[in-house]
C-alpha cells in the first residue's frame, strides 16, 4: 500500500471515488487521482473485478503512490452478488480489505428491506466490527424511491417545494432502517449531499445531528431531482460551501471524497475536466486558515 503525498499539518484529505469514473475502471480513477492531484482514493467495491481483488488494489496503491483512504462495501444493487450473498460477511470482508490497505474508514448503505437478518443484527455487526478493529464503519444516509421519478421531468414547483423543506412528496424507502442514520444512531456516519439533495432533507440539519459521529462526506451535488444525480459540488441546490467550510473550521479529521458522475461524457478529456472541476471546488472550500 502506498502513504501517499505528505500533507501540510492539519490538512484534510480530498480523495477521489472510483465510481466517479464509471464507465472506466477502477486503475482509471488512480490514474486521474495521479494527474489531477488528489489526496488518495475510495475504492468502490462493485462489479469492476478489480476492485474485487484487493491484492491487485494494493499493487495499483503503490505504482501510482496515492493511498486507499476508503472503502465503500458492496452494498448496491447492482452488487448484489459480489463477494457472495451474505451481506454481513460482506461487510465484515470490507473491514478486512480497508485493514489491509491502510484505509481508515469503510463505507456501508444501511440494510435493505429484504435483508431482515442483517437488518435486525447490523448495530450490534458494525460495533463489533469496530472494537474488532481500527477501521471506523460510517454509515451513510441515503434516500427514498420517489413517485416523481416515474411522472416526468422535475419541475421547479416541487424544487420549491423541496427548498422550503417539504421533502420530496410521496416517497417509500428500500431500507429496513431509517434513511437518516441518525435516527438509529451509529459511532460513524458518512453524509452524502448528492443524497440529502434526493430525500429532499437539509443537509446542514443532518451534519448537526451527525455532530462529532461524522467520519467521511460524499461531496456531489444535486438539484432536487427524483433521482441521485452526484454533480459537481457547486452546480446545484446544496449547501456545499458551508459544508466544506463547517469541516474546514471545525476538528474534522476525517475524508471528503469527490463521488461525481461522469458516466454521461463521451472523452476522457471530458471526465478529466469534470474530475479537475471537482477538486478544484473541494480545494478552494476545504482550505484551512
Known sequence: MST???LPPGEIAIGLSTASVYPQNTEAAFQYALELGYDGIELMVWADTVSQDITRVARLSERYHLP???VHAPC???SQRVWGRDPAAKLARSVAAAEDLGAKTVVVHPPFRWQRKYANGFRDLVEILEDDSDVDIAVENMFPIRTDRFFGKYDEAAGRMLRRGGGPGTAVSAFA?????TDDGFAHYTLDLSHTST???D???MLDRMGSGLRHLHLADGSGAAVDEHLV????SQPCVEVCRRLADTDFSGSVILEVSSSAVNTKSERREILSRSLDFARENLERA
Open 76 to 78: 448496491l444493487l447492482i
Open 199 to 201: 430525500a429532499g432533507v
Open 68 to 70: 486507499v483512504l476508503s
Open 233 to 236: 459540488p457547486g452546480e446545484g
Open 203 to 205: 443537509a446542514m440539519g
Open 4 to 6: 501517499g503525498p505528505e
Open 177 to 181: 432502517t431509517s434513511i437518516d442514520p
